[in-house]
């Protein structure tokens, strides 16, 4: 299954972390980064996104997500086997209507 994933996340460090996550939930992740409220305004805009995995460190309110995306699932960053169980959740509710 193929889903386009934003990342908003001040540190690119632990983006592999969670893309490995994805592959093991069976997610081919086409994915993305963005750092700042406009970048991400921008990039919501320009998109759709399946899922947006965000960090509450980055200080951007979390409405702009919901605003611009409405349909994406948001995940927010946590351990590794809290995404993993998030995401296979995901995974499974989408799965039944693709």
Known sequence: MRWK????????????????????????????????????????????????????ATKIPLDVVYQHAPGAAVVNVATEDEMADELARIVATRSHFD
């Open 5 to 56: 994933v934003l990342f908003v996340r001040p540190c690119e460090a632990s983006v592999d972390e969670v893309l490995a996550v994805l592959r093991r939930v069976g997610v081919d992740p086409e994915h993305a980064h963005v750092e700042t409220k406009g970048t991400l305004v921008s990039a919501l805009q320009r998109s759709e996104w399946d899922v947006v995995i965000y960090d509450p």
